[in-house]
């Protein structure tokens, strides 16, 4: 039989995705510890409504299992991040790149680089990241 797990609302207070953490109040009072390596694919912002589970760490309170389940923004805009080309698929134009603050892998296009030229496997890399509704995507990639 499967574990029964509570499942607490908060709202995003603030979070940083180039130092990978943040902070939300949880909805009846309290703050916990958010971290993007729970938040799967989606990128919380400020004002997000999230739900997630609560552990207990010796350091105090932190989110697990992140999701978002309202954001008052249609596109999120991320922020300015580096990171290295970790997959470049040439006949189709697209490829991967690993953020440096961590999470998942992020969609690029070759249109979304400043320069028009491909990247190579573990060039680095400077970008804006907006989360889309297929996923995260790399914008105004450029080489660093």
Not at 94 to 105: A, N, V
Not at 111 to 139: L, W
Request: negative net charge; hydrophobic residues 40%; charged residues 20%.
């Amino acid at each position: 039989m499967a574990e029964m797990v509570d499942i607490y609302e908060a709202t995003i207070d603030w979070l940083n995705p180039k130092l990978a953490y943040g902070y939300a109040t949880v909805t009846g009072g309290g703050s916990i510890f958010v971290h993007l390596s729970d938040c799967g694919l989606v990128i919380p912002a400020k004002g997000d409504v999230i739900h997630c589970e609560i552990v207990t760490e010796p350091r105090g309170p932190r989110a697990r299992n992140v999701e978002i389940v309202s954001a008052p923004r249609p596109a999120a805009l991320v922020g300015r991040q580096q990171g290295r080309v970790t997959q470049w698929k040439g006949t189709s134009l697209y490829g991967f790149i690993q953020s440096d603050c961590g999470g998942r892998e992020i969609f690029a296009h070759l249109n979304d680089f400043k320069s028009g030229i491909a990247p190579v496997i573990d060039q680095r890399v400077e970008f804006t990241m907006r989360y889309e509704p297929r996923g995260p995507h790399a914008y105004e990639i450029e080489f660093i």
